[in-house]
């Protein structure tokens, strides 16, 4: 890759971006910068890699509302829903080391979680979504959000409110707490503890759920305009949307120490697009990169295949969904052109995927949050990444 350097400007706003770029994804660039130049970004970054080399690696911007932090090398940012596919890989890596299987009920590993008539329910219909608990139905202090435990043990006791195995109801915030009591039991680590031993410190990945002090440090703020309908709905009282968020703290802006510092595996991941680039990039060789062997072929096509493409009925977003990770699924989960490339992405417009076919790991992570579900800055990036793939 060669060192990439230039300033943009929107209103009168200079816009630093920087980084590396093969010369034969320039167009990427071009594009990346051309979003800030239209105005529709405050800060960002974007990575590409092919066959597990890095291509594309660039930063841009800004980490704040006021516009006087630029974006360093590394910054990370909150990437949201990012982290269950992250959170997946971790499940997945247990079951490829024998010490559990997603086709038996949660209740092997978590005895309290047979309660209400739990006792059947299988692992794999909470990484499709398929569980019946997409919320809690029973009241929580504001703040519990932040205390996994506390969470855990409020849907264990809890009936599903839909049969399980029918149709799917995204898990906005509760797979994650599912899964990490998983990872829990099973392994005697937290699932960010999971993560950083066995995924990231591996493969060198500045990414965690969880972060300590001094990352916090270096992390950008996630912006989100007051009359955002995900900020409306985390402060409201008791409404139909609320109920995703009514364990957070009435205040949160997804800035707080709280957030950043909880283990939230459906929702707070921390990194940068170099990290999750990378990542995928190694999923998309066969779960191998570098010498570091992440998870094997039988457990990662296991983790690929689609178990449905069946209306959601609480976001209303229609996706090719696997055990843990979508499909590709445009214009929500757009991934090139390959049906079975995989990944997820996150509110606001973050963005992790692998094209096995073509062996990429791409990855997108903006600060402000785009309302816009289809998220065209992200969009331009990847059609660029595949044109200049030929």
């Known amino acids: 890759m060669k ?8 209103d009168g ?39 597990g080399r890095p291509v594309v690696d660039l930063w841009g911007g800004y980490t704040n509302a006021t516009f006087d932090h630029p974006w360093q ?15 997946a890989l971790c ?23 047979a309660a209400a008539g739990k006792e059947a329910l299988p692992l794999r219909f909470v990484l499709d979504h398929r569980a019946g608990l997409p919320y809690l139905t029973g009241k929580l202090p504001r703040g ?15 009936a599903p409110v839909a049969p399980p195995g029918t149709d799917p109801q995204y ?11 998983i990872v829990r039991r099973v392994s005697g680590k937290t699932l960010g503890s999971f993560l950083r031993e066995e995924i990231a410190v ?60 909880a283990e939230i595996p459906s929702a707070n991941g921390h990194g940068n697009p170099r990290a999750i680039a990378r990542l995928y990039g190694a999923l998309a060789c066969g779960g191998e990169v570098d010498g570091v062997r992440l998870i094997g072929d039988d457990a990662l096509a ?24 979508v499909l590709n699924s445009p214009p929500v989960s757009y991934m090139g052109p390959n049906p079975l490339s995989f990944g997820h992405q996150g509110a606001g417009g973050a963005h992790g995927f692998a094209d096995p076919g073509v062996k990429l790991g791409f990855s997108y992570a903006p600060n402000q949050f785009k309302s816009n579900p289809a998220i065209p800055t992200r969009h331009r990036l990847i059609d660029a990444t595949f044109a200049a793939l030929g």
């Open 3 to 10: 060192p990439f350097s230039r300033e943009v400007s929107h």
């Open 13 to 51: 706003r200079i816009y630093p971006i920087t980084g590396f770029v093969d010369p034969h994804f320039a167009a990427v660039a071009e594009a990346f910068a051309a979003n800030f130049a239209a105005g529709e970004e405050v800060g960002a970054a974007v990575a590409v890699t092919v066959e």
């Open 73 to 87: 090398e590394d910054t990370i940012v909150n990437m949201m829903s990012v982290a269950k596919g992250v959170a």
């Open 91 to 113: 499940i997945h890596m247990l079951a490829d080391r024998h010490l559990l299987d997603v086709a038996a009920p949660v209740a092997t590993y978590w005895p309290e979680f």
């Open 144 to 158: 519990s959000a932040y205390e996994a435990h506390a969470i855990a043990d409020a849907l264990a006791r809890q």
């Open 171 to 181: 898990h906005v915030m509760t797979q994650g707490y599912i899964l990490g009591e």
């Open 202 to 261: 591996p493969l060198g990945l500045d990414y965690a759920i969880g972060l300590s002090e001094t990352d916090q440090l270096r992390c950008a703020n996630f912006l989100l305009a007051s009359d955002n309908r995900l900020l409306a709905a985390i402060r409201a009282p008791d409404t139909p949307e609320s109920i995703f968020w009514a364990q957070l703290s009435a205040t949160e802006d997804f800035n707080s120490h709280a957030w950043r510092s």
């Open 302 to 325: 296991r983790m690929t295949a689609e178990q449905h493409h069946l209306p959601e009925r609480l976001v209303g977003r229609h996706y090719h969904q696997a055990l843990g990770v």
